[in-house]
């Protein structure tokens, strides 16, 4: 298995463009996560979904940011615009059901950084 | 809330010498509980995980990490360090009815020859 699959793996931009942010999760898994890793917050969860459907997007920082799933093999997360309080490494996650102690598999990262 | 403590920011061993990394969990019901290696610039690797049964729990690269429950700790150990072990380690809680994984702030360990 490739296991899940995030692009691109680094991205730069300038403070106000639009950031797209993609993955593939691990072909079977209903559950995807997006994280953000920084240096002062840690890892935190930004959203994930079960089945396609977005659960629960109470870490998603404000409106500039947006996630979607149109089908079990695809996500994206969006930023417009973006900022430079954006950069971090973004990392997305899948498991095969919602359950608690489902082993999440984590991608390698996007490390973006937004001059 | 739930909430997990790493209390070690940074640890340096000596290749060879034992480790035991800590972390502290604030969870209402029964944990799931997990350990993730991140070597620079990778994603976060499984070690173990517990969820009932056993409390000592090994895991893979010769990790082993027990669950008290009377001390709200899951501490990380391994008998013996490889300098291929310097890596951030996070231990997390997983939300039973949600799936959702809380993070500690993460351990950076060094290994000394």
């Known amino acids: 298995d490739a296991g899940v699959i995030q692009s691109p793996r680094h991205e730069v931009t300038e403070m106000g463009q639009e950031v797209t942010l993609r993955c593939k999760p691990i072909s079977g898994h209903n559950s995807l996560f997006w994280y953000r890793q920084t240096m002062m917050r840690g890892l935190e969860l930004l959203i994930y979904f079960n089945n396609n459907v977005p659960i629960d997007d109470s870490g998603m920082p404000e409106d500039r940011f947006s996630a979607k799933m149109p089908n079990a093999s695809f996500s994206t997360l969006k930023i417009q615009p973006s900022e430079p309080r954006d950069s971090a490494v973004y990392f997305c996650?899948?498991?095969?059901?919602?359950?608690?102690?489902?082993?999440?598999?984590f991608g390698p990262g996007t490390r973006l950084l937004v001059l | 809330a739930q909430s997990v403590t790493q209390p070690d920011i940074h640890i340096t061993v000596s290749e060879g010498a034992s480790l035991e990394l800590r972390c502290n969990y604030s969870y209402g019901a029964t944990p799931y509980l997990f350990w993730y290696v991140q070597s620079p610039g990778q994603g976060l690797q499984l070690l173990l995980k517990y969820f009932s049964g056993d409390t000592l729990v090994q895991g893979i690269k010769g990790f082993e990490a027990e669950f008290k429950r009377s001390q709200s700790s899951f501490n990380l150990r391994k008998p013996s360090v490889h300098w291929s072990d310097a890596a951030e380690y996070f231990c997390a809680v997983g939300e039973s009815n949600t799936g959702k994984l809380i993070f500690g702030q993460g351990t950076t360990l060094q290994v000394k020859p």
């Open positions: 996650a899948s498991s095969s059901t919602s359950g608690g102690r489902e082993t999440q598999y």
